[in-house]
């Protein structure tokens, strides 16, 4: 067992909730035998399941919301990126705070876009004030976003790991997957450990995901890949419960 195991609320979730192709879909049973494998006695699920529609998107805020105010620590399994933005809002209400949000991804998800998109969501984050930590992207930033890593400016992490952050020779399971190139770090999972780590360090975790696992769109499905990820978020310090707002002079919600 996970010593933080009574510490989480697991939200599982099978939400398209801004891709415009097809996305992660019907992972529940691969997400249940990743649990299974690798946390036998995890809390039961909350599951969101992509019928719901159009409030799919905002079940996830509303549970991460009450995991929150409840005194644990959401952890949203499954879905696109923009579910993550989602995710963070419920967060962001329930602590009273605008916690730093560290992404890896092989993405930036920053592209121009009027609606919450997997692939523009932190920069509507960035437009609200939040401090977007992007580590492991591999394709070119777009105009007018700095690819330059920010400063830290709140005690509070939000953890957000897209598994395409991955090597594609570790994990190809993804519906978008980035060569390393010449330039890219080896973003094996030591390095996914490293960067994890260094996000925690001297803050506090107040919620995390694992999103845009597609165990379908690979011969391997990559679930002992997946569940080492969800292995070393797990093993990650979190919070003894209680009030986790920010303390006074920082950065607070909108």
């Not at 960067?195 to 379908?216: K, T």
Request: hydrophobic share 40%.
């Amino acid at each position: 067992m996970h010593e933080s195991g009574d510490r989480w609320a697991v939200i599982l979730c099978d939400v398209d909730a801004g891709s415009t192709k097809g996305g992660p879909s019907n992972v529940r049973d691969h997400w249940l035998s990743v649990l299974a494998a690798q946390w036998p006695d995890h809390p039961p699920p909350l599951f969101i399941d992509r019928r719901h529609g159009q409030i799919a998107a905002r079940l996830v805020e509303s549970y991460c919301f009450a995991a929150v105010t409840a005194g644990l620590t959401p952890l949203v399994l499954g879905g696109d990126h923009a579910t993550t933005y989602f995710a963070y809002s419920g967060v962001r209400q329930a602590v009273k705070a605008t916690p730093d949000l560290v992404h890896l991804d092989a993405h930036h998800d920053a592209w121009p876009a009027e609606n919450i998109t997997n692939y523009s969501f932190t920069r509507h984050l960035r437009r609200q004030g939040v401090v977007v930590d992007s580590r492991g992207v591999r394709e070119e930033w777009p105009a007018g976003v700095s690819s330059r890593r920010p400063e830290r400016e709140s005690d509070l992490v939000y953890l957000s790991i897209d598994v395409d952050v991955l090597d594609p020779q570790v994990l190809s399971a993804v519906s978008f997957p980035v060569p390393i190139g010449a330039r890219g770090p080896s973003t094996n999972m030591e390095w996914l450990d490293s960067q994890l780590n260094d996000a925690v360090a001297g803050r506090r975790v107040v919620a995390a995901d694992i999103v845009e696992w597609v165990p379908m769109a690979a011969p391997d499905p990559g679930a002992d890949v997946v569940g080492g990820v969800l292995s070393s978020v797990l093993r990650l310090p979190v919070p003894d419960g209680g009030d986790v707002t920010i303390q006074p002079g920082r950065s607070h919600a909108h």
